[in-house]
């Protein structure tokens, strides 16, 4: 049974490790210009930068997997506290009209296009989610949604990696373009915010942005962002049921079953109770520092698995269809903004 795993030594050593990675991510994060990367990308980074010395990581390959696998579930869980739904519907039906929109065709549109240069269904997949969502926290989210069979779960870990990674500089890039081309667009503060949150991959990337033009703008885009995030219970449930129905029996190990995202419904009742519940602002705090320090570990422990050469053969058709998505998506949102906001 995979639970012994937790009573090794070799589990306690990557539990470590990860953490460590985690609060170096996060203290890395609060600092100017890193802080539009992120504290899970950073932690992606230093689990990947671990592999330098092949001896810390080459005996913990399975720690390492357990980990990325439960703290993942774990860390999304606790990220519903961020969620305060009053908040999510006082910003109006506009609002969310706008992130249905831009999950919905953003997903699509960066899917079809991954696949229309030749890129695995699964990889197109999770870029797709990753740039239409939440970045590096949906990549995460909608993976155990593919369902792969055990000799294709290597590749599987490295296409969450690549499609993080992929998000993570796409997400950066358009950050800075935004906040440079932001005295070309002649934008309310309100109307900022919204391309802010509707267009960027990850809520650091719309928070810095957001931040560039002031309080409103920035709240603006936190609640557009949220939003969107909120659209991944949603998502990940479709994604699952797609994805078993167009993929053959003979790729898929097991028995078939209704692909239902159990720890979405616990994203989702979090949310709930962070909303209805009425904790104090320093323990919602607590709850949501939790979430992002269990997710960085786990992003830690999938970097330490990482394959480098294929990442590097495999990457670019993926990123050009990121970015061509990604330039198409903030152009919509500059339109909807200018006209809806």
């Known amino acids: 049974m995979r639970l012994k795993i937790i009573f090794t030594p070799k589990f306690w050593v990557t539990i470590i490790i990860t953490f460590i990675c985690t609060m170096i991510g996060t203290y890395l994060a609060g600092m100017p210009y890193l802080n539009i990367i992120g504290s899970l990308v950073l932690a992606l980074i230093f689990g990947m930068l671990l592999q330098v010395q092949p001896k810390i990581t080459r005996g913990l390959k399975a720690e390492a997997g357990f980990i990325s696998n439960k ?8 990220l519903g506290f961020k969620l305060n739904l009053n908040t999510l519907m006082s910003s109006g039906i506009k609002t969310i009209l706008l992130a249905i929109l831009v999950v ?3 997903i699509t549109g960066t899917y079809l296009l991954n696949r229309k240069l030749g890129v695995n269904k699964e990889l197109s997949i999770l870029t797709a989610s990753g740039t239409g969502i939440c970045g590096a926290a949906a990549v995460m989210g909608i993976s155990p949604q593919i369902k792969v069979s055990s000799d294709k779960q290597a590749q599987k870990e490295e296409d969450q990696v690549l499609a993080v990674a992929i998000v993570a500089i796409m997400g950066t890039v358009f950050t800075l373009i935004e906040i440079a081309i932001k ?12 391309m802010a949150g509707g267009s960027l991959h990850e809520i650091a990337h719309a928070v810095a942005t957001g931040s560039s033009d002031g309080p409103v703008a920035l709240n ?13 219970a949603p998502a990940a449930l479709i994604i ?12 898929v190990s097991g028995k078939r079953k209704l692909p239902i995202p159990w720890f979405m419904a ?18 919602l705090s607590i709850l949501v520092n939790a979430a992002y320090i269990f997710l960085g570990m786990a992003m830690a422990a999938l970097g330490m698995t990482v394959n480098f050469k294929v990442l590097l053969n495999r990457g670019v058709k993926p990123l050009v269809a990121s970015f061509t998505s990604s330039v198409i998506l903030l ?10 906001f």
Do not use: C
Not at 240 to 251: F, L, V
């Open 183 to 194: 005295p070309l667009l002649h934008m309310a503060p309100d109307q900022f915010g919204v």
């Open 71 to 78: 703290f993942l579930r774990l860390g999304i869980i606790l």
């Open 331 to 340: 152009v919509f949102v500059i339109i909807v903004s200018k006209i809806f």
């Open 220 to 232: 603006i885009a936190i609640i557009t962002k949220l939003s969107r995030v909120l659209m991944l």
């Open 240 to 251: 699952g049921i797609w994805y078993q129905k167009t993929t053959t029996n003979g790729e």
């Open 104 to 106: 919905l065709g953003t």
């Open 266 to 283: 616990g994203f989702i009742l979090t949310s709930i109770i962070g909303t209805y519940a009425h904790f104090s602002a320093g323990l």
